[in-house]
C-alpha cells in the first residue's frame, strides 16, 4: 500500500484557554476525497490552517507522502503541493483572473513576460480539469461560483496535488455545488488527493470515499463513506442521535393571516428591489421563500417587519398595513401581532453589549407586564427571561451574560424565545438556522413547527434549500424581485427548485448548462 498523501500525528493547538485542536491523528489516501465534518467550531479550519502553514500546532508531526515535513509557512505548503480554497476567497478584486493567478508565483521574472507563460498554462489547466474561465475578465465582474474556480485554478497553477477546500459550497447555489463536485471527481480522477471540509452530511454522503469527524477539538472518528450514513454521522459530530427530519403532521391551513398585493420596495439608490410581489399565508400554514441571497428576500421581510418603507397593499387578519410614514415602524407591526427573527441576527436581533434578559425584553420593554408606574420592571424581565432561557435551552443559562458572549446558535434561540414567546398570529422568520449547529438545528425547527401547529401563520425567508423543503407546506421562489412561482414540496425537487432560483422557469424546455450559469452569473452580480 502506498503512503499517505498526508499524515498527522498528534496534532495540538491552543488559542488562549481554547483548546482547538486536541491531539489529532488523521491519514488521507492520495487519489481519494476525504471529508472532514464537524460542528461549528469543532477545530476543522484550525487543523487545515496549520497543514496549509497559517498558525503552527503547539505540538505534533506532519507527513506529506511519507516524509516529515515541517510547515512553517503557506509558501512550504506550497513547496510540499498543499493548496487551499479558503472560506473567504482571497482574490484581489480589482486584478484579472490571470493576474490573480500569477500574483505570488512570478519567480522574480518579470510580470509580463510571466503573465504570457501564465496565459499558456492556465489554458491548459482550465482544459484538462473543465475549469472554463475567462483569464481576463476582473474577479469584482465574476459570481461566487466563479471566483472559487480562479482559488482552484490557482493551486493547481502552483502544481498542487493536494486540494483543501474549507466550505467551498456555502456560497454556491444548488447547481454550482453540483458542478464543483463534478469538477472535485474530475482532479481525484487525475490523481489529486482532495480535503473536503464541509458541515453538510449529504455532501459528505455524495462525494467523499472516507470521511473523518471532529468533535469540541477532537477527532472522533474516521470510517469508509460507503459503510456509514448520515444518522450516524450526525450522532458521531454532535454527540448524542439527533432528529434530521423535521417530524411534522400535514398543515391545517385556516383563513389568510397575510394578503400581499403588488408589493414594491424601491432601495436607496432607486434599484426596485421587489418588483410587484404578491402573496398569502394562511393560519396554520409556513410559507417557505426560496432563493438566491440578494434577490428581495430581505427586502420583503424588511418591509413586513416595519424595518423599510414600501408601496402595494398587506393585510394582516384582514387589517390593511401602512406601508410609508410613522404607523409602518416594527412597534406598530409588533402591536398588530407580528413577530420578526430577522436574517441577521448580530445586527438586527440582538443587541450584543447588553445582557440576555434586556435582549429578551428588546422591542416589547413597553409592554404593561413590565412596567411599574414609570419604571421597568426588571426583577419582572429577569424572572421571565430564566422561563424562556429554561424552555429554549439557551447555554449558558445565565440571563446576566451579554449577547455577544454566547455561540451563534445560542444567540439565535434568544431571539427565537422573545419572537416566539409573544405569541404572534405572524411570524417572519429568516435564515433561522443560519450559522446554527445540528442539534440547535433540530431544536428550532421544532418550535417553529410547533407554531404552526398552534395555529400561526409563518413566512419563512432560507437560502439552504433542504430547511425550506423540510419545513415549508408550500414554497415560493423568489428571483430578481419577483416570484417565480409557487410549488408544494412533495411536487418538487432540490433541480426544479434551482433552476426557479436561477430565473428559469420553464424546466419541460430543457437548458444548456451555459444558459443556467449566465443566468447564475447574473443572480451572482446582483449580490455583489
Ligand atoms: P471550525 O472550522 O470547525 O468551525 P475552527 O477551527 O474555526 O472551527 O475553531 C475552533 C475553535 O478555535 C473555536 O472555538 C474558535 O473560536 C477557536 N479559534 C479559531 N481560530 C481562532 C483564533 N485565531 N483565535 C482565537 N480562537 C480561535
Ligand atoms: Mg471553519
Redesign the pocket.
Known amino acids: 500500500m502506498s503512503d499517505p498523501a498526508i499524515e498527522l500525528r498528534g496534532i495540538s493547538k491552543s ?2 484557554a ?1 483548546k ?2 486536541k491531539d489529532i491523528a488523521i491519514r488521507v489516501m492520495p487519489g481519494t476525497i476525504h471529508g472532514i465534518i ?12 496549520i497543514l496549509y502553514g497559517f ?1 503552527r500546532a503547539d505540538r505534533g508531526e506532519i507527513f506529506i507522502r511519507g516524509e516529515r515535513t515541517d510547515i512553517p509557512d503557506s509558501q512550504a505548503a506550497i513547496r510540499a503541493g498543499i493548496g487551499m480554497v479558503f ?1 473567504h476567497f482571497k482574490l484581489v478584486q480589482n486584478f484579472t483572473v490571470l493576474e490573480n493567478i500569477v500574483l505570488g508565483a512570478e519567480e522574480g521574472a518579470l510580470l509580463t513576460t510571466s503573465l504570457g507563460k501564465a496565459r499558456t498554462l492556465l489554458k491548459q489547466l482550465s482544459e484538462d480539469y473543465e475549469l472554463q474561465v475567462d483569464p481576463d475578465a476582473r474577479i469584482e465582474d465574476l459570481g461566487v461560483g466563479m471566483q472559487q474556480r480562479v482559488e482552484i485554478l490557482k493551486a493547481l497553477y502552483r502544481q498542487a496535488d493536494i486540494l483543501i477546500l ?2 467551498p459550497t456555502g456560497v454556491l447555489t444548488p447547481s454550482e455545488a453540483d458542478h464543483l463536485f463534478r469538477i472535485l471527481e474530475g482532479l481525484k480522477r487525475e490523481g489529486k488527493t482532495i480535503i473536503l ?1 464541509t ?1 453538510k452530511l449529504r455532501e459528505i454522503m455524495e462525494i467523499t470515499d472516507t470521511v473523518s469527524v ?1 468533535r469540541r ?1 477532537e477527532m472522533t472518528a474516521t470510517v469508509k463513506t460507503a459503510e456509514t450514513g448520515p444518522e450516524e454521522l450526525a450522532e458521531l459530530m454532535v454527540g448524542r442521535k439527533v432528529l434530521l427530519r423535521v417530524e411534522k403532521k400535514a398543515a391545517q391551513p385556516g383563513a389568510r393571516v397575510l394578503e400581499i398585493e403588488d408589493l414594491r420596495v424601491v432601495d436607496g439608490s432607486g434599484v426596485e428591489r421587489l418588483r410587484g410581489i404578491s402573496l398569502d399565508v394562511r393560519a396554520g400554514e409556513i410559507l417557505g421563500i426560496a432563493g438566491v441571497a440578494g434577490n428581495g428576500q430581505s427586502e420583503l421581510l424588511e418591509v413586513l417587519g416595519g424595518m423599510r418603507s414600501g408601496t402595494g397593499r398587506v393585510r394582516v387578519n384582514g387589517d390593511e398595513l401602512d406601508l410609508v410614514g410613522p404607523r409602518a415602524d416594527a412597534r406598530t407591526r409588533r402591536a398588530r401581532g407580528i413577530a420578526h427573527v430577522p436574517e441577521d441576527r448580530q445586527h438586527e436581533g440582538l443587541i450584543m453589549d447588553f445582557h440576555a434578559w434586556e435582549n429578551v425584553a428588546f422591542g416589547y420593554h413597553a409592554d404593561p407586564a413590565y412596567n411599574r408606574g414609570l419604571l421597568m420592571d426588571n426583577d419582572a424581565l429577569r424572572r421571565d427571561t430564566e422561563r424562556k432561557i429554561a424552555k429554549f435551552d439557551v447555554r449558558p443559562a445565565d440571563c446576566w451574560q451579554t449577547a455577544k458572549n454566547f455561540s451563534g446558535g445560542n444567540q439565535q434561540k434568544i431571539v427565537i424565545a422573545r419572537e416566539l414567546e409573544r405569541d404572534p398570529d405572524l411570524l417572519l422568520v429568516g435564515q433561522p438556522t443560519r450559522g446554527v449547529d445540528i442539534g440547535a438545528i433540530e431544536f428550532i425547527h421544532q418550535q417553529i413547527v410547533a407554531l404552526r401547529d398552534a395555529g400561526k401563520a409563518i413566512l419563512l425567508v432560507s437560502v439552504e434549500l433542504d430547511e425550506i423543503l423540510s419545513l415549508s407546506d408550500r414554497i415560493a421562489v423568489m428571483f430578481d424581485g419577483r416570484i417565480m412561482g409557487e410549488r408544494l414540496p412533495s411536487q418538487t425537487d432540490e433541480r426544479e427548485l434551482g433552476l426557479m432560483m436561477a430565473g428559469i422557469t420553464d424546466t419541460d424546455r430543457g437548458h444548456t448548462h451555459a444558459e443556467v450559469e449566465g443566468n447564475l452569473a447574473h443572480v451572482h452580480g446582483k449580490v455583489g
Open positions: 488559542f488562549g481554547v482547538a485542536n464537524g460542528e461549528n467550531g469543532a477545530g476543522k479550519s484550525t487543523l487545515m490552517s498558525y472560506q474549507d466550505e471540509i458541515h471532529m477539538g
